[in-house]
């Protein structure tokens, strides 16, 4: 035997024992996880395996205390941690660790667990540190994102996979990942738990290929299933596989999972509104309109109908409160600000991917719905059978409820279908669609909403989908400019955090060139983890009026304040050339006029349908913008004293 035969077989007899001592260590490493789990020396002091929760809204960290429950349930021992509290340091320690982690701004981890984040970033990257140091670490992780965010996309989860296999941990099932836009991320995340229950309670493996599943050639089942988890044909009361077993088990091969197959979906276009979404909506008050449109009627209709007062369009425009419909023909929206009041329980997206309904259904399904919540408003005190009627029959249509209206693609043939019915339509769009404005047709008043007026502010408040909103948002106002129709900028005060940016405001009146700028406080909607906003943020209306005069002054007279109310903490900036006629405002709208103008397909511009606005709306009148007409109402509160 030639000596380069005899040292091929001594590389092949090592190269077998080394695979073998490895089987054998693997073996005996996951036996000794699994007794560790199922039966804990008490007189050992040995730390429990970790369930880290990663959360920023309190998303992830309700689905680790599911886990944790879980896990309760079938004796597996676990700390739940936050890893605020908890010292990287002592990483190395750990046998076991399953982590449930949100992506939160710009695809870094919230602020929460900063520290950790950046000791995994910082040890993973450094050549010191080495690829052993979390060698007896075995892990897990589920992500919890928005798949809306496109490539930042879970990338928390992501990158702490990564990291922790870069020092040597060993990562026992593939990353799965919950998207919050489409409504299933607990069915996703239970169906993750069970397969973590299931390898705990085996000490099995699942190996991860490129993030595709694999399957057993025998049967077809996922590993890591838990139901029916006794392999046919082995031995009862022992799932481990030990090293004389290997040569008795069938081979794993891959099977490519598709996105389609994942989100339940085979080529076809999804609902928006998922039923998660849909039960989240309705508890709101939201009617659901189809797949993705929505109506809910407004405190403010309901006041008027009671004749105690109308909202503050009625007071700057003249619309009928009581006869305004409140609606959406899509609830999704480009953006997730800070001030959302509806505590971003609506889908996200930065285009159109949904099925889509008839516009003319949405419209008719809009007035049933909306005219049935004005039914029941019969009977309730203040409430005349005169205003009632006139109720059932809307006027107005505000498509500003929630989402972004201008995203759906009939959104031309739904306005002209409202202006065929005589209902004046208020549009509100958030700046990330300029092509949208370019190409809508003429509507009562088209809104954009100026949140901030600086990049970074706007990034801050809005928390736009798009990377290049700032261009997005500015040519959104050059659109602005073009149309020949009333056009206003909308303000949302946030104390703060906008407040100051008076200049930085008064250079974007050029850029758009807006009849009107409408200055309002931002609502308090009560705590939600989906904002930090708290009562402090909200001006008060001195505040506001405050802004709003030192914002017409930096105009250099070009605009000037001219309604107020004072109840919905807003004000309204007018251009004076336009709308200030003889000293006299006339900010009010002439809705029988424009509807004629829309049916004579005429061009035609927003001083053609201007009508004079009432003393009482007038800033500064003493009756702060409150019709006279109605009747003043103010709820008397009651709080508990210290003898109660």
């Not at 069938?250 to 490519?256: E, S, V």
């Not at 049916?599 to 001083?607: E, G, N, V």
Request: glycine share 8%.
């Amino acid at each position: 035997m030639s000596l380069s035969s005899v040292s091929a077989r001594l590389t092949l007899l090592a190269l077998l024992s080394a695979s073998t001592f490895y089987c054998f260590y693997e073996s005996r490493r996951l036996r000794k996880l699994k007794l560790s789990l199922q039966n804990p020396n008490p007189n050992r002091s040995v730390s429990k395996p970790k369930l880290f929760f990663v959360s920023q809204t309190g998303t992830s960290k309700a689905l680790a205390q599911r886990l944790f429950d879980l896990l309760a349930i079938n004796d597996l021992a676990f700390d739940l941690v936050d890893p605020k509290d908890y010292e990287p340091e002592d990483l190395p320690k750990e046998t076991l660790v399953l982590i449930v982690a949100s992506t939160w701004e710009d695809g870094k981890a919230p602020a929460s667990a900063k520290f950790f984040a950046n000791w995994l970033a910082e040890s993973a990257d450094d050549f010191r540190v080495g690829s052993l140091l979390l060698s007896n670490c075995n892990f897990a992780v589920f992500g919890v994102g928005s798949g809306a965010y496109g490539a930042t996309f879970n990338s928390v989860a992501r990158d702490f996979s990564k990291q922790m296999r870069a020092m040597g941990a060993r990562e026992v099932l593939p990353v799965w990942e919950g998207d919050v836009d489409t409504g299933d991320v607990e069915e996703v995340f239970d169906a993750w738990s069970v397969k973590v229950v299931g390898f705990l309670k085996r000490g099995g493996v699942v190996e991860n290929g490129g993030g595709e599943v694999l399957v057993s050639e025998s049967d077809g089942e996922s590993v890591g299933e838990d139901e029916d988890s006794e392999e046919e044909g082995g031995d009862e009361g022992s799932d481990i596989v030990d090293v004389e077993d290997i040569a008795g088990k069938a081979p794993l091969r891959k099977k490519t999972v598709t996105v389609a197959e994942t989100n339940g979906k085979l080529n076809g276009k999804k609902d928006m509104v998922t039923p998660a979404i849909r039960a989240s909506l309705e508890k709101q008050g939201y009617k659901i309109i189809g797949s993705h449109s929505g109506v809910k009627i407004c405190r403010w209709t309901k006041s008027q109908l009671r004749g105690r007062g109308g909202c503050y369009k009625h007071s700057f425009y003249g619309i009928e409160s009581h006869r305004c419909m409140e609606a959406t023909p899509s609830l999704a929206c480009a953006n997730k600000c800070v001030f959302c009041w509806r505590h971003h329980t609506n889908p996200v997206g930065k285009s159109w991917q949904w099925k889509m309904d008839d516009p003319l259904e949405i419209v008719n399904s809009a007035i049933d719905l909306h005219t049935n919540m004005i039914k029941q408003m019969k009977g309730v005190p203040g409430v005349t059978l005169e205003r009632l009627m006139e109720g059932l029959s809307p006027r107005h249509c505000a498509l500003s409820l929630v989402g972004e209206p201008i995203m759906y693609p009939e959104i031309n043939t739904l306005v002209d279908e409202l202006h065929r019915r005589q209902i004046s339509t208020f549009l509100v769009t958030n700046a990330q669609f300029p092509e949208k404005i370019e190409m809508l047709r003429p509507v009562t008043q088209l809104y954009v909403s100026v949140d901030a007026a600086t990049k970074d502010s706007l990034k801050a408040i809005d928390r736009p989908l798009f990377g290049d909103f700032w261009e997005r948002f500015i040519d959104s106002l050059k659109a602005l400019r073009e149309k020949q129709q009333r056009t206003v900028y909308r303000l949302t005060l946030v104390k703060g955090w906008n407040t100051e940016d008076i200049d930085a405001y008064s250079k974007l009146f050029s850029v758009g060139k807006p009849d009107f700028v409408e200055i309002k406080g931002v609502t308090y909607c009560g705590t939600s983890a989906t904002s930090k906003l708290t009562m402090e943020n909200v001006p008060w209306h001195s505040d506001v009026k405050a802004f709003s005069e030192a914002l017409a002054l930096r105009s250099q007279g070009e605009y000037e304040v001219a309604c107020e109310h004072v109840h919905s903490c807003c004000v309204l900036l007018a251009k004076t050339d336009k709308f200030k006629v003889n000293g006299k405002w006339f900010t009010w709208i002439d809705y029988e006029k424009f509807h004629n103008l829309v049916a004579s397909r005429k061009p035609f511009s927003s001083m053609d349908y201007m009508a004079a606005t009432p003393s009482w709306a007038v800033y500064g009148a003493e009756e702060g913008g409150f019709d006279p007409g109605q009747s003043r109402y103010k709820k008397e509160r009651r709080h508990k004293s210290s003898t109660d």
